[in-house]
């Protein structure tokens, strides 16, 4: 069966520092992924989605940026952040438009 | 584009009451809609979908939801609340816009208390 991890599930960093969060899917092949940020009331938004290796398309300017590196790996990341990127990060991947979630990262950055 | 609206960010119910909780949706193309419920600080797990087949959809955990076109909704209902059900519940749409790619649109959640 398919499984997603996502890592680290909790993470604080100064403004400034960079980042780095890294989701992988096993029990697939070529599956989409995506990453979403989820802010308390503002539900879940798309940051980024990727349907292949090197491909990656961004929903939303902002400081962050994602890689496909390998086909089941997609790795979210910035350079230096800022208190507005703290929030709550989810992976995912979908099939036949069934998407289906990691445990996500909770982020914090002070 | 589509869009989804969830009626009600937060739902309180007693034990053993009816639950229901409220979603509609815009879309210029026939949609695919999705429950997913969230536990504090996990990811979301998928309750049911509605991919153009039954226009009712039951799930897991005893919940079930009902596409209606005629008034753009897919409320997700279930007959007898759980203190286990207490969490925040998501409603979302994608289209098929001819390629693999699915992306899903959010409604902003609905939490749901359920008290003894």
């Known amino acids: 069966s398919q499984t997603i991890h996502q890592w680290p599930a909790t993470l604080v960093q100064p403004v400034g520092s960079p980042l780095s969060l890294e989701c992988t899917v096993e029990g697939t092949s070529n599956p989409n992924l995506y990453w979403y940020r989820q802010a308390a009331g503002r539900g879940l938004q798309l940051l980024f989605y990727s349907v292949g290796i090197g491909q990656i398309s961004s929903e939303v300017p902002q400081n962050l940026s994602a890689s496909r590196p390998q086909d089941r790996q997609f790795i979210l990341s910035s350079k230096k952040l800022l208190l507005s990127d703290s929030g709550f990060y989810l992976c995912?991947?979908?099939?036949?438009?069934?998407?289906?979630f990691g445990q996500g990262t909770r982020l914090t950055v002070v | 584009a589509q869009s989804v609206t969830q009626l009600g960010s937060h739902v309180s119910v007693s034990e053993g009451a009816l639950v229901l909780l409220r979603c509609n949706y815009s879309?210029?193309?026939?949609?695919?809609l999705f429950w997913y419920v969230q536990y504090p600080n996990q990811g979301l797990q998928l309750l049911l979908k509605y991919t153009s087949a039954a226009t009712l959809v039951k799930g897991i955990n005893g919940f079930e939801a009902e596409f209606k076109k005629s008034e753009t909704s897919f409320h997700l209902t279930k007959p007898s609340a759980h203190m286990s059900d207490a969490a925040e519940y998501f409603c979302a749409v994608t289209i098929n816009s001819g390629g693999s790619n699915y992306k899903l649109t959010f409604g902003k959640g609905t939490l749901l208390t359920v008290n003894p």
């Open positions: 879309s210029s193309v026939p949609p695919y």
């Open positions: 995912a991947w979908s099939v036949l438009a069934v998407a289906f």
